[in-house]
């Protein structure tokens, strides 16, 4: 019992992580219909400049920790927002009305561009984080094992709790959320009716990346090791998680972030660990196979 | 040119140095290296370096607006001298920035030359001759393409390593054309194609070092296992749509490096599996001394033994193999299946409408695809005589994917040029070394940005109900 409950604990903030990368690729697909595979790079790219902003604090002697995360948690934000915006421009927005796997291709294109990018500015060695936050409270204790709950968790879940809410209420009760939305149901429609399509579309993608920075920063925090290829694997696994969930599903990216969490927690811990992104990817598969709409989403309907 | 547009060329040249530095600040301008285990990171400031590329960012910015504009002497003369510093001894601080200096110029030439070339081939096509040139060159280039690769080993600058980079390249052009059956003829993404390569090689590893069977005998069964895998991992997937296919391919390429890297038992995990015997001729082998009860390739026809007699071997192997692929290829274009292919891809409801059925038919272009990768896995075995997972990573399916699709989807001929350009320029530029993989991923970028159907575009369908008179193929 206190075993799993110490799994749960560290499922569900996995599945915070994986949650926030995973809205980054639901709301670019519920808007152009394409897979940004390179999303999983700008989480990677979101974690290195959380790196250097930190080891930026701690040599202006900023000594606060939570000075330090919000700090850095914005500059890392608004950093990375900036290479979601550039590689819509520079790689995305001259492929709309190409043939559909152009952007897809392209997209793969960026996504070994900025892994080789990365490695050669930064180096290929693994990065240590050194711990910013540290400490914890104990739940309680049965059959001789502690159930620890440590501060960085609930930062974790806090923060990534915090971004959901405003976040869905961004895309519900702001003109932008509007022009996301009407974009979403009918770009051509939107046009005409006034909305700048080509703004709309990028503020997707800086959302997207704004949000995987904060991924980015809450993994260097809570794993407190990075290197240029964590983008691959958490980049597949979050978009798995948008398509369990439903893609283009708002509440489905952050229930399939959850679930995946969990399956890949729990594999781990009770059956081999050496096996757990096998398992993840066959929840991919099956998930398509079975309910290709995934769990919140609609179904699409194929028009000629 | 009036002052208006100059000032708003700027204008747009500086908005991207200021966006470049925003990129550029945090993970160019810091540079974070070990200090040992105790301190952990320091930084490593690389402001000049950050400053210098904005510099050139600037300019190359002004001179792909200049070319876009139309002003094209003034563009290529800033290409001209772009390229003339990054070659001149002028000390930057890496020769990183050299490279970038020089290919940005490279870059805005090519545009600016571009438009006149644009012009040249328009006009030429005016002309029945020029019409007709260009049809003869298409079609000739393939026959002098066979015929250099024939005659290859036997010039002399077939030293060592030429062949081993023809050898790698024409593995390279095989896989190429595999995957164009899969990605150019029935148009599924496929992004797991390693794995059925990695199928291929296992099987003749491990048959081999095994059972003792040789390369010929493995050869048909290792293709034959890839298909079954191409069958059984397509079946469930093949009803999905293209870009979700992509990803579920992905997936599986990933799933059987996985197993192959924790079945310890059977693949020896990550350490891999040595000394494979290579591939023999009549029984002989290519070695200085058989194995007892062999005999080697020298003393079959006496003459003395000499090393790169096997490279020459594996190099006509290789190129059979591939020819045979490219053969088979044409060939299914001519059936009722190779046509159904070419249908699915240009419209899969019609396809529906009209009885074929889209699974049975998309899977038989799987199952074809990943038995030629296996055939190619084989021989990647028999050559290397050692294999690893670290072989069948996901960056392999993406360079066989850039190889068919930067030769224009479809297009034989094009997978060639590709595979030359792609595997050889990277190495004999060994000077790039680590950019490599930099390099390439921009270019996918880019040729999908400014030449989305490839090098040899041509995506026609094999066959017309009603063919279209000289409307100029472009």
């Known amino acids: 019992m206190a075993y799993f409950s110490q799994q749960l604990i560290n499922a569900i903030t996995l599945g915070a992580i994986y949650g926030l990368i995973a809205i980054g690729y639901t709301m670019v697909y519920g808007i152009i219909g394409m897979i940004n595979f390179a999303h999983g790079e700008i989480f990677m790219i979101g974690a290195f400049i959380s790196l250097v902003c930190f080891m930026l604090c701690a040599l202006l002697g900023i000594g606060s920790a939570p000075v330090a995360i919000i700090l850095v948690l914005v500059v890392a934000m608004a950093f990375t927002a900036v290479y979601g915006w550039a590689i819509e421009r520079l790689a995305y927005r001259p492929l709309r009305g190409s043939f559909r796997l152009a952007p897809l291709i392209s997209a793969i294109g960026v996504s070994i561009a900025l892994q080789n990018y990365v490695q050669l500015t930064q180096g290929a060695r693994p990065k240590p984080g050194g711990d910013i936050v540290s400490g914890g409270y104990n739940l309680f204790s049965a059959d001789g094992f502690d159930v620890r709950v440590t501060w960085l968790q609930i930062i974790i879940v806090v923060v990534t709790v915090a971004l959901m809410a405003g976040f869905t209420w961004l895309i519900a009760h702001t003109p932008l959320g509007r022009q996301q939305r009407a974009c979403e149901q009918d770009m051509k429609m939107a046009a005409l009716c006034g909305v700048d399509i080509n703004r709309t579309i990028s503020l997707t993608f800086v959302m997207g990346a704004a949000l995987a920075a904060v991924a980015g920063m809450l993994f260097l925090m809570y794993y407190g090791v990075i290197d240029f290829f964590i983008g691959f694997l958490a980049g597949i696994k979050a978009f798995t998680a948008a398509v369990l969930g439903g893609i283009g599903s708002l509440p489905g990216a952050m229930l399939g972030g959850l679930l995946i969490g969990i399956i890949e927690v729990f594999w781990a811990g009770y059956f081999s660990s050496e096996y757990k992104d096998v398992a993840v990817f066959g929840i991919l598969v099956l998930v398509l196979i079975f309910r290709p709409t995934g769990l919140l989403g609609q179904p699409e309907i194929e028009k000629v | ?474």
């Open chain 2, 1 to 474: 040119m009036t002052g208006a547009r100059v000032r708003s060329m700027l204008k747009d040249a500086g908005l991207t140095v200021f966006v470049a530095a925003a990129l550029g600040v945090f993970i160019v301008g810091f540079r974070t290296i070990d200090v040992g285990s105790t301190k952990g990171l320091s930084f490593d400031y690389q402001f000049v370096d950050l400053v210098v590329a904005l510099v050139v960012i600037f300019f190359g910015r002004l001179g792909l607006s200049l070319a876009a504009e139309g002003s094209r002497w003034p563009a290529a003369a800033l290409g001209t001298g772009m390229i003339a510093a990054g070659l001149s001894p002028l000390t930057l601080p890496s020769t990183f920035l050299h490279w970038f200096l020089g290919l940005g110029g490279v870059l805005i030439v090519i545009r600016t030359i571009w438009l006149w070339a644009a012009d040249a081939t328009t006009s030429a096509r005016q002309f029945q001759f020029g019409a007709r040139l260009g049809r003869v060159g298409t079609r000739s280039l393939g026959a002098l393409l066979l015929a250099i690769a024939v005659v290859l080993p036997l010039t002399p600058f077939a030293d060592q390593k030429t062949m081993d980079l023809a050898v790698l390249i024409l593995t390279y052009v095989m896989l190429g054309w595999g995957l164009n059956i899969v990605v150019g003829l029935a148009g599924l993404l496929d992004l797991g194609y390693v794995a059925f390569y990695a199928v291929g090689a296992y099987s003749y590893a491990l048959f081999s070092t095994q059972f003792g069977l040789g390369f010929w005998i493995v050869l048909p069964i290792a293709g034959m296992m890839a298909a079954t895998f191409g069958l059984l991992l397509g079946f469930p997937v093949l009803r999905l749509r293209g870009d979700y296919l992509a990803i579920v391919t992905l997936g599986f390429g990933e799933i059987i490096r996985l197993i192959i890297l924790n079945w310890f038992d059977l693949t020896n995990g990550p350490a891999g599996i040595g000394s494979i015997p290579g591939p023999t001729l009549f029984g002989a082998v290519f070695a200085e001394t058989a194995p007892p009860g062999q005999r080697t390739f020298a003393e079959m026809m006496g003459v003395p033994f000499n090393g790169d007699q096997r490279l020459v071997f594996l190099y006509y192997i290789v190129l059979a193999l591939a020819l045979v692929t490219n053969l088979f290829t044409q060939r299914m274009r001519r059936l009722p299946i190779g046509r159904a292919w070419e249908a699915l891809r240009e419209d899969e409801i019609a396809c529906r409408a009209l009885g074929i059925n889209p699974t049975n038919i998309k899977l038989t272009a799987f199952a074809v695809g990943a038995m030629f990768a296996g055939f190619a896995g084989s021989f990647f075995a028999a050559k290397q005589r050692f294999i690893s997972p670290e072989s069948f990573v996901f960056i392999e399916s993406a360079i066989i994917l850039a190889i068919v699709v930067l030769g224009g989807m479809g297009s034989q001929i094009g997978v060639v040029l590709a595979s030359v350009l792609l595997i050889g320029l990277p190495e004999w530029f060994r000077g790039l070394g680590s950019y490599r993989m930099l390099a390439f991923g921009l270019a996918m970028v880019l040729i999908m940005v400014f030449r989305p159907r490839g090098l040899i575009a041509r995506r026609e369908p094999s066959v017309r109900l009603h063919p279209v008179v000289a409307r100029g193929e472009s």
